[in-house]
Structures are given as structure tokens and as C-alpha cells.
């Protein structure tokens, strides 16, 4: 029988080809009058394109962004936005990016403006992250979700294909976990299973063709309601797993997420057989951890830890940490369980 508690989250979005053309309006919606532009240095040139667009309205560009907001960069930032009174923060790029300026938000209260370039999501989740002394401590706070977040495709033409595959099985992993969640819904099951066929569908086609904008569009439109589905319920196993992996292994983001997540699901599956169907069906699978698995394959993503740097020697270190704090998962953790979906994650095994 139904019984849950669904909390909206605040934030305004526009989406749709072109409509980066909107910025300036919407910044001055935002009551944004000295902008500072937040970018990673490789996508210097964007950066610089935003600042154009807002004219006098933006103050300055902190072209520092890097992966999982190093404490010192957030401080850099932080400074800046301080020194140049800045009164909003537009962040042009990918989960870094946003990442940065939500390490702002978080103390400043400032309002951030997002536009997101690949898959990640973080636009739409209340969700911080900041890495100091080698330990990524993360936590949700309203303050640093996005109050308006503009999604261009056309932004996302230029993210080559390996990167959006594997951006894209990121964001398919965080609908995969919101219909297992513990504090699941309805609605956000939708989006979830919506969010799946959107990604799957669309980024068979980037794989062909990676200028195929109604492709683009679809994708990142599955990416919007990825983002949807990770700020709005609890996640389990699969992003525990690659938060430890991630952070111990310094193993890259979007790839651990795309060789985990078959085995992730495949160890769940005998406890929630409803958001399994729900996969599958959206996959147009058998069944989910097959159809995932068969899909990161098909489109040339890593499928085994071990192409990503990791040895084997590492793997009883990984399950031990991986079951060190108790956190809400479908099927209950045990480190003998654990420890055979990372050797089968190490292998590459396709799951059965
Ligand atoms: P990223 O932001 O680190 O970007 C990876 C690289 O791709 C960067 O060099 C970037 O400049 C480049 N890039 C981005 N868009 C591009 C484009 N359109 N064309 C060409 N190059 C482009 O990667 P990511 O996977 O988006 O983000 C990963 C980070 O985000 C991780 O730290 C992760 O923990 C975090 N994250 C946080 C949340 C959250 O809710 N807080 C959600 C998802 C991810």
C-alpha cells in the first residue's frame, strides 16, 4: 500500500536548444548584478563566453575548478567571490564545476545560476562536496541548490563520446538507485524510469553520431531527471561503493560509476524486484544488471576496476572499508557479499 513523504525542490529550470541566449534574463531574475563565472581551466573559453553574454553584470572568472573541490581551491574561490563582492555565482560546466560553486554557496549563501556541460546531475541535488586532507566529506543543504539551472544541449556537443558514455551510465546509475531507495515515491520513481530510457535510447545515438542534437537534447533531458532523482531520495550500495572507490583508489568519477553499477545491481536484485522490472523495461533488457552491463559494453565504456587502475591486491582493503559504517541498502551488506561483487567488478564478469 502507498504511504510516503515527497518534497519538491526549489529550483527553476530551462532547457532546450539555444537557450543559453536566455542567460542574461535570467541572471537578472536572479537579481544577479556582479556575476562571478565559475569554470575548470579547460573550459577557460566558455567561461569567458558567459562573462561576455552578462556584460557589466559579471565581475570576474575563476577558471579553477577541479574534481571533488579540493579545500583550497573552494577557498581560492570563496575569496575571490568575496573580494570582487560578488552577488551570484554562474557555473558553466560539468559536476566539478557546480561542485565548486555549491563549496561558495555553502558559506556565502550566494545564489548559484548553473549550466550544466555533461551528465553529472549536481545542478539539481542540494548535495555538497569538499575534499580536505585527502577525505571528501559530503552533505545536503538547500542553501546550495541551484536556484535556476539552464540546460543547453548545444553546450554538450563538444563532450566527446567516452566521456558522455560514461557521464551518461552516472546519470543512469542515480535513477537505478532513487527506485530502490529507502524514502522512494512515486513521482520520483517516474522521473527515475523515464530518466533511464531517455539516457539509454540517446546515448546509443551519441555513440554513432556524437553531433546528433536531438540525441544531446534527449540525453541531457534524462540527465535533468538523473539529477532529479539523486537530490530528491537516498542513494545506497552502488554510489557508497564508488565514494569509497573514488576516494581511496583515486579512481575517476563517471567510469567507476559505469563498470559498478551492473554488479551494484545485480547484488540488489533478489531484494527489489519491482525497481528491477522497472530497469529492464526501460532498458528493454531481460533484466536490469544484464542490461547494464550489456549496455556500457555496446557503447565502449570500461567494464572491469582493473582498466581503471586498480590492482587485485586492493580489493579486501576495498570491501573492508566498503562495510565499514552501516548505511540503508535493499539487500543487507555482508563484507563475504561485498567482496565477491568487487572481484566480479575487477574482472569485468558480465552478471547473471
Ligand atoms: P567534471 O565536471 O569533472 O568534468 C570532467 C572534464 O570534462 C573537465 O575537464 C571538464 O572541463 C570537461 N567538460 C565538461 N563538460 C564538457 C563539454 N561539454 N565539452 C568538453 N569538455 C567538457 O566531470 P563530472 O563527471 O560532470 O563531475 C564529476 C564530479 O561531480 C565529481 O567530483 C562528483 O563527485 C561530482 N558530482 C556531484 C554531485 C552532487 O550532487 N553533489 C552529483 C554528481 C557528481
Redesign the pocket.
Known sequence: MLAFVYDALPSRVVFGAGSLDKLFDEARRLGAHRALVL?????RA?GADIAGRLGAHSVGVFDG?????PGEVAAAARDKARKLEADCCVAI???????LA?AIALTSELPILAI???????E??P???LTEGGV?K?GRDLRVLPKTVIYDPV??????VA?SV??GI?AIA?CVEALYARDANPIISLIAEEGIRALAGSLREIAKRSDDLEARSSALYGAWLG?VS??SVGMALHHKLC?TL?GTFNLP??ETHAVVLPHAVAYNASAASDAMERVARALGARSAAEGLYDLAASLGAPVSLEALGMTRDQLDRAADLAVQNAYYNPRPITRDGIRTLLEDAFDGRRPR
Open positions: 569554470c575548470t581551466p579547460e573550459q566558455m575548478a577541479v574534481m571533488h573541490v560546466g560539468g559536476g566539478s564545476t557546480t561542485g555549491k550544466p556541460t555533461t551528465y553529472a546531475g549536481s539539481m541535488t548535495i555538497w562536496g571528501k559530503t553546450l554538450t556537443l563538444s563532450l566527446p566521456m560514461t557521464s552516472n542515480h539529477g539523486l537530490g565514494h573514488g568519477h563517471a
